[in-house]
Structures are given as C-alpha cells and as structure tokens.
C-alpha cells in the first residue's frame, strides 16, 4: 500500500519499517527512512533530548530491533553531541 501511493503521487521519500517493502521501494528508486532512522534525525535536529529514552520507549511498547544496533544507535548520541 505505502509503495502504491508513494508510485501514485511520485513520492521520492517514505517511511516504512517493513524489510520487503524497503528492498522493493529501493528497486523502485524510493529513498526510505525507518523508525529509527527518524530518531536519528530528530535527534541531530534537536527536537529531541535523548536516543536511549526514545529508544527504550519503543523496546517497551513491542517495537523490536537488535541489541547490537540499540548499542550503535546509542553510541551515534555520545559522538554527536
């Protein structure tokens, strides 16, 4: 559906999380951006105070990703700032 509308309107951008859907809007030439690539972004923009925070907020709610990459995406915190 989201790479449906994203050909429909001529969308250069989309969020998604979804491993496929990424691997066929790449193909596609559709430039995505995860979860927590938008944490990244928000953090390097200011608009949020803390990686780990939001980063724990959704371990809590069911959002599942790698303790190796919550340790890498924690880490880009720390060489940021």
């Known amino acids: 559906m989201t790479i449906a509308l994203a050909k429909e309107r001529r969308a250069t951008l989309v969020l998604m999380d979804d ?7 790449k ?6 951006i995860g979860t927590l690539g938008i944490i ?7 608009r949020i ?3 780990k925070n ?10 599942w990703f790698c303790d190796r ?13």
């Open 69 to 81: 990459l919550y340790k890498e995406l924690i880490k880009c915190e720390f060489d940021h700032k």
């Open 54 to 63: 939001e980063l724990d907020n959704l371990r809590e709610n069911g959002f």
């Open 49 to 51: 105070s803390r990686v």
């Open 19 to 25: 491993r496929k859907g990424y691997i066929l809007a």
């Open 40 to 46: 990244l972004l928000a953090y390097k923009l200011d």
């Open 27 to 32: 193909a596609l030439g559709i430039t995505v």
